[in-house]
């Protein structure tokens, strides 16, 4: 496995990584194969990556990547069919959730109904015959960490979805677990209170600092929450980085096309050598490769005509209201399809020309003040030090 996916390159290193900071969770090839009547699902397909102590690590992409199975064989809950799970140089293998030291907080809650939320909190400490004294001192300072005091006698029923997850996070905090474990906590609120908990879960962890690994398919909450975001497809990790690091040097096209919104533009296009230096041409375009860029093409030996061009909306400026000279090596015309204001910007939909078909669709971010309309032709200047070049048969990205 390249070092690069598993998180020891130097993505980490720009993240401020320090050799004496312990790991405190190893993903070793951890792999998990459902048997079912339609034959084998592999659900995680050798996993491997090392989470420090006091990490908040996320696992993010699509339905179905495995994200949720990698966080159960963590909790526990499923064996794994391969690999292995080291936490804190303990090799789990074998031991009970409970036996794992880890703490695991559900989508659902999962709070008992009849239980009031004093003795939700409680009930960790009680199974583990805590003192009275004790358990009533420590639900007192979790309640008031969660904001939460004034809730203590009421039973889960007569609380809001924010407030029962606040009281599902108590239970699990009280716990003082090594690891935290999240399984899109945040899914069955609305939108406004997904923000705010957010925040709250930011501020909680600064607070508490412990070791959490957190699933969710929402890349707004991956990108927010974390100080890594790993990025799953089929079972497989592709890539693991501090947000900015996926965002800006993505690994490859699926990371690429799954981390932004609106998502990275793409085109087809080949290179072609002239005299003037290495340029990319597409049906849409042509520009021209800036010197480091062509550089770093230079050991690759794959196909020139097989490659994808990317640039993301806010990479790509309305040259008409700019009062800059941008050369024409980085300048192409397009077809103004749609303009759709956004606060303060405005999301333009191009095509290379009026009748082009909507698959050859592209978006450009805009400052406000654009006056680009629908029917209108303008140029755009293409900000090629935040491009990439992608190998369209692998999907690597050729220009990292
Ligand atoms: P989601 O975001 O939809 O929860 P996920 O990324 O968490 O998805 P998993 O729930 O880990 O994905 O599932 C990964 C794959 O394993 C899926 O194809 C799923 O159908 C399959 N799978 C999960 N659990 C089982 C099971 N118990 N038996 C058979 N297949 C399963």
């Known amino acids: 496995m390249s070092d690069s996916i598993r998180g020891e390159d130097p993505q980490v290193a720009e993240r ?3 050799e004496a900071r312990s790991v405190s969770l190893e993903l070793d090839g951890l792999t998990k194969v459902f048997h079912d009547d339609e034959g084998d699902v592999i659900a995680v397909d050798d996993v491997s990556m090392d989470i420090y102590d006091g990490e908040f690590v996320v696992l993010v992409g699509p339905s179905g990547c495995g994200k949720t199975t990698t966080l159960r064989m963590i909790a526990g809950l499923e064996e794994p069919t391969q690999g292995s799970i080291v936490l804190n140089g303990r090799d789990v293998a074998g031991l009970e959730p409970r036996e794992r030291d880890v703490a695991m907080v559900f989508q659902n809650y999962a709070l008992y109904p009849h239980k009031t939320v004093r003795e939700n909190l409680g009930f960790p400490l009680q199974i583990r015959h805590f003192p009275n004294d004790e358990i009533e001192d420590q639900v007192r300072d979790v309640s008031e960490l969660l904001g939460i005091g004034e809730l203590l006698d009421r039973r889960p029923g007569d609380l809001s979805g924010g407030q029962q997850q606040r009281v599902a996070l108590g239970r699990a905090i009280i716990r003082d677990p090594e690891v935290f474990l999240f399984d899109e906590p945040l899914s069955n609120l609305d939108a406004k209170l997904r923000i705010e908990m957010r925040t709250e879960l930011n501020k909680l962890h600064a607070r508490v600092g412990k070791t959490s690994v957190y699933v969710t ?8 929450l974390s100080d890594r975001v790993a990025v799953m497809k089929d079972g497989k990790l592709q890539q693991i980085a501090p947000p900015q690091t996926v965002y800006e040097r993505p690994a490859n096209l699926f990371v690429a096309g799954f981390i932004g919104e609106p998502p990275m533009n793409f085109f087809d296009c080949e290179l072609a050598e002239r005299d003037d230096g290495t340029w990319v041409v597409s049906d849409v375009f042509e520009l021209k490769l800036p010197q ?5 093409l230079d050991s690759w030996d794959g196909d020139v005509a097989n490659l994808v061009f990317g640039v993301r909306p806010e990479d790509m400026t309305d040259t008409t209201v700019v009062e800059e ?15 759709e204001p956004i606060g303060a910007d405005k999301d333009l939909t191009l095509a290379p020309s009026e009748s082009a078909p909507e698959e050859d669709e592209f978006t450009v971010r805009v400052d406000s003040n654009s006056t680009a309309t629908s029917g209108d032709t303008v140029t755009l ?3 090629m030090s935040m491009s990439h070049l992608f190998d369209r048969t692998t999907g690597t990205n050729l220009t990292l």
């Not at 398919?217 to 927010?224: F, L, S």
């Open 325 to 339: 000279t941008f050369s024409p090596d980085t300048t192409f015309e397009a077809h103004v399809k749609v303009v």
């Open 381 to 383: 200047a293409v900000d």
């Open 16 to 18: 401020g990584h320090d």
């Open 292 to 296: 480091p860029m062509a550089a770093k």
């Open 217 to 224: 398919h929402d890349q707004e909450e991956a990108m927010t």
